[in-house]
């Protein structure tokens, strides 16, 4: 199986600041990558899919970079209604798996 | 528009089974697969497998092989996942997703809160 880790586990951030999450497969997943934002209660929305096409509807604020096996989540200017849990998932081969996830808090 | 609605919430003792279902509608069925994946406090989601509507396929993950059936229901667009032999571990929120190309989950379930406690 796939193994995906993210960092940081957790951070502290004001609204307007930058925040960049990171996701590392443990093998080659071409750009086979996606970011799903959960807030507490809900299902998870995906954000990002194929490492950086922007989904329908998800604001510009939100991007995504990287290929083969470093990817990067970026929130140019963090609003109120960013505070939530960040996964990212690979889709390039089954298992299908997840990162940990990564809760980004108000500072 | 699209939905996935879920059966509610089940407490179950160990070594029971549980059958989750998900009733779809706003969109064609047979047209996309359907995942299972479960969510389990303070874990990262975990993908159980994929039901493919059209023709009842399946597929799920090693880890559930033998214990997890998924079927479907194609005149009333509901698809359904069973979990046996249930421990603590199975403890977790299960969320049914359709599977989109470029492979995402583009929709999906509010979840289904399974406890498994004696």
């Known amino acids: 199986d796939i193994q995906m880790t993210q960092s940081p586990t957790s951070l502290s951030a004001s609204v307007g600041d930058r925040v960049t999450i990171t996701c590392r497969a443990s093998?080659?997943?071409?750009?086979?990558l996606n970011w799903y934002q959960q807030k507490p209660g809900k299902a998870p929305s995906v954000l990002i899919y194929a490492a950086s096409s922007l989904k329908s509807g998800v604001p510009l604020r939100f991007s995504g970079s990287g290929s083969g096996t470093d990817f990067t989540l970026t929130i140019s200017s963090l609003q109120p209604e960013d505070f939530a849990t960040y996964y990212c998932?690979?889709?390039?081969?089954?298992?299908?798996?997840f990162g940990q996830g990564t809760k980004v808090e108000i500072k | 528009q699209v939905q996935l609605v879920q059966s509610g919430a089940e407490v179950k003792k160990p070594g029971a089974s549980v059958k989750v279902s998900c009733k779809t509608s706003?969109?064609?069925?047979?047209?996309?697969?359907l995942h299972w994946v479960r969510h389990a406090p303070g874990q990262g989601p975990e993908w159980m497998g994929w039901?493919?509507?059209?023709?009842?396929?399946?597929n799920h993950a090693q880890k559930f092989r033998g214990r997890v059936t998924m079927t479907r229901d194609t005149p009333i667009n509901t698809a359904y996942m069973e979990l046996s032999g249930l421990g603590s571990d199975d403890t977790a929120v299960y969320y049914c997703?359709?599977?989109?190309?470029?492979?995402?989950?583009?929709?999906w379930g509010q979840g289904t809160l399974v406890t498994v406690s004696s």
């Open positions: 998932q690979q889709s390039y081969s089954f298992p299908r798996t």
């Open positions: 093998q080659y997943i071409r750009n086979n």
């Open positions: 039901i493919n509507p059209k023709n009842g396929d399946t």
């Open positions: 997703a359709r599977g989109v190309l470029p492979a995402h989950f583009d929709y």
């Open positions: 706003g969109y064609g069925f047979t047209d996309y697969w």
